[in-house]
């Protein structure tokens, strides 16, 4: 089946930094997603991707569907304390009976005051 | 607060058993999600319903079941639990199969399960 490759696992920033991760598939996809998780609770969606090659913002955080639809990243500016958690990027081939979504394992993000 | 409920929020139990975990969808959505979230695997798609039919499987094991009943909440049935089988389990809706986006493929908070 199709699969995730999320990368890194995990990291340690400085308050302020700039983070970068992404996801690469073995197979496309038509929508690319990003959700964060806190401790305890579901993920929450970030941003929704749509076409190949979209570059989408929501505040410090932006995020792009890559060329080949196989891949994608996302990027947070000036990060904060308040970004802690687990970034998952997922993917999902809309239309038809099915939207299940295919889940990277997760970027475990931790930002030192 | 997401709009989809899951009931327990947690549930300890002993191997061998059997448990239900219920969801209610955000009002409106017709299509319910099961994911299992474990330390080593991440999240994974375990089935779907749509308007009370099942729609996809994914890696839900034998021992595990589900519906949607009429009133559109789901309860995800496990049973002749094993120690593995501690995890984290989410129930999210949407609008319709596939429409994710613009009107909310929504997470609950979860349940969690322990195995003892």
């Known amino acids: 089946g199709q699969q995730l490759n999320q990368s890194p696992q995990s990291m340690f920033i400085q308050e302020g930094e700039d983070v970068s991760m992404n996801c690469t598939s073995s197979s496309i996809f038509n929508t690319w997603l990003w959700y964060k998780q806190d401790p305890g609770e579901g993920p929450v969606l970030l941003i929704a991707l749509y076409k190949a090659g979209e570059l989408t913002s929501n505040g410090r955080l932006t995020a792009q569907f890559g060329i080949t639809r196989k891949d994608s990243f996302l990027n947070i500016s000036a990060s904060i304390p308040s970004d802690v958690g687990i970034y998952f990027c997922?993917?999902?081939?809309?239309?038809?009976?099915?939207?299940?979504?295919?889940f990277g394992k997760g970027t475990k993000l931790s930002v030192k005051p | 607060d997401s709009g989809v409920t899951q009931t327990p929020k947690h549930l300890i139990t002993a191997t061998g058993q059997r448990v239900t975990l219920r969801c209610s969808p955000r009002?409106?959505?017709?299509?319910v999600y099961w994911y299992q979230q474990s330390l080593d695997q991440g999240l994974q798609f375990l089935i779907q319903?749509?308007?009370?039919?099942?729609?996809a499987k994914g890696n839900i094991l034998e021992r595990f079941s589900a519906q949607q009943f009429p009133d559109l909440h789901s309860e995800l049935n496990l049973s002749s639990l094993e120690l593995g089988d501690s995890a984290l389990y989410f129930c999210?809706?949407?609008?319709?199969?596939?429409?994710?986006?613009?009107?909310?493929?929504?997470f609950g908070s979860g349940t969690r399960l322990t195995v003892v």
């Open positions: 999210a809706s949407s609008r319709r199969p596939g429409q994710g986006i613009n009107y909310g493929y929504t």
């Open positions: 319903y749509y308007n009370g039919e099942e729609r």
């Open positions: 997922a993917g999902m081939n809309y239309g038809g009976s099915q939207g299940n979504l295919i």
């Open positions: 009002s409106g959505d017709l299509s």
